[in-house]
């Protein structure tokens, strides 16, 4: 399992993921789901993804390998905007599932991908897409301030109650791993370490790449004072009164 | 969709059910998901139920159907323990089972259904047990406070956080409250009315039983509360230290 969640705020961009992979809970493993991509004062993107780890791992091969290429195709180093970017991203998925989804029938395995690529490239302002396994995608419009691929509902409360397109990236990076807590805490298959990236607007590259350990210190006192905080909070909620009011 | 909540406490239970069925977005149906079984000083058992509202609702009826026959066979009125009544309650989804699986498969319905039965019956604790559609159940142990069944995660880190068996009747319904809210919020297929019962231990009846619309007060009062003392709490929170320092 995993649980990536990227935000479009006004002053740029925060990306999150946790790295534990799982095929069984006897084959737990601990691998980066987050890649970054830049050729500073030019651009910055950042990659996410979710799913089937062969796949995954086979769609950021491909986009490296035209990266490479001498032939001066596409990539997500030259492409004109993120646009065009989300569309090699999203054809890299597509020859994925062609070369693999059928072997993969095969086998009963369901194909099952899902990528969020952000970033700025110079001319635009940041953009942040969701791409699903077909290939196809979605953009953040102005309503939209994140995007979450993988195990995304137990996270997902405290993002619709507190982010704006107007938080800070600072707010934006506290909120992501409040939300990224909730889900480590509920679901095993969700955790450490964290790969965090900052982009700021009109920087081109990234601001703050930070690999976040469970015993990191930030981390630890965030996740026992929102505890805290919640357990907190709920005490001071009122209770029914009608509990106690004699049964008519 | 549905969201059912049920918790064992050392004082009593506590149940929580919405009332949305959806069979698509422009299928939207109020159907309430709890029943109550009750003999007064003798016995309370509550049920509630998740999934295909076809397959649930036949598996009442033939609850009912045991209730009111003249053989003298178990029902739930009469079993002598909640472990037979959940061993009723399984045996009615297999019989619906038995009766429905293959012509749904035809058209690529899927038997899905899930009950939470919970109560009390003179001679034991309460009892608290989650039923699997393919009938087999699990009972709540010291350790287990709550079940859930239908769209569990959105409403689940609260309740992880601050239910404990030693939690009052009140925190539990107030937690209930504030689980379906964060659940409300996150899926529109999950709405209310709202079905509260409580039962209180030895009491052997229904202490109280609700119908909690959108408008009403205390649930009202609960959404805006708790959604502002997130807000804070999460201000509260200190910030990342390492955003604004100066990049290495």
């Known amino acids: 399992m995993t649980y990536c969640v990227a935000m479009l705020l006004d002053t740029g961009l925060v990306f999150l993921s946790d790295s534990r992979t799982s ?4 084959q737990i493993n601990t691998f ?5 991509f830049q050729r500073p004062g030019d651009r910055v993107l950042v990659l996410q993804s979710a799913g089937n780890l062969a796949i995954t791992q086979a769609v950021a091969s491909i986009l490296y390998e035209q990266m490479a290429g001498a032939d001066g195709a596409s990539s997500l180093l030259t492409c ?5 970017a989300a569309r090699l991203a999203g054809d890299a998925l597509r020859e994925i599932h062609r070369r693999d989804a059928a072997a993969l029938k095969d086998f009963g395995v369901e194909f099952n991908a899902s990528l969020i690529l952000g970033g700025q490239i110079r001319g635009e302002a940041p953009r942040l897409f969701s791409i699903y396994a077909a290939g196809n995608f979605i953009e953040a419009t102005p309503e939209t301030t994140y995007f979450q691929i993988g195990e995304s509902k ?6 619709d109650r507190v982010i704006r397109r107007s938080s800070s990236l ?3 990076a506290k909120c992501a791993l409040v939300s990224m807590d909730s889900t480590i805490r509920s679901n095993l298959a969700v955790g450490p370490p964290l790969d965090l990236v900052i982009v700021k607007r009109d920087r081109y590259s990234v601001a703050r790449q930070m690999s976040i350990d469970a015993d990191d210190e930030y981390f630890h006192s965030l996740r026992d004072l929102w505890s ?5 909070a709920f005490a001071r909620l009122p209770e029914p009164g009608w509990l106690n009011r004699p049964l008519p």
């Not at 004109?80 to 065009?84: A, G, R």
Request: negative net charge; aromatic residues 8%; proline residues 7%.
């Open 80 to 84: 004109p905007n993120l646009f065009e």
């Open 228 to 232: 805290e905080a919640l357990r907190e």
């Open 170 to 172: 600072s707010e934006g």
């Open 32 to 36: 980066r789901k987050t890649t970054v």
């Open 23 to 26: 095929a069984g809970v006897d």
């Open 154 to 159: 137990y996270g997902k409360p405290i993002m």
